[in-house]
């Protein structure tokens, strides 16, 4: 059964040419501060296996708040302003909603 105050997010990274080991280092700093913020549920990176320059965070946080306050972080903030030398495209967000039987 879904948690109804949950948010769900597939946000999907990719990285400009050369750039791909730095996206990944600046993906993997983020994860265990943001694992420790009270308002986070579950933050997990993947790489593509055929395609290494893509990455998905999936992420699912108690409700806006939770997220509004994860984007403020002072290192949050610090990776947004990195995005331009280290993104091929825009930062894509999907947001998913759960299908129950």
Known sequence: MAIPDVI???AVLK???GKTDA??????ALIQPTREEPGNVEYVLFQLRDTPDVFY????????QGLDAHIA???FQAF??????LL???LRLDYLMPVEP
């Open 15 to 17: 990285a400009k040419p």
């Open 88 to 90: 091929a495209e825009p």
């Open 73 to 75: 972080m002072p290192y």
């Open 8 to 10: 769900s997010i597939i």
């Open 57 to 64: 965070v999936r992420e699912s946080w108690h409700g806006q």
């Open 80 to 85: 947004i302003e990195q995005m331009n030398e």
């Open 23 to 28: 996206l990944r280092a600046a993906l993997q």
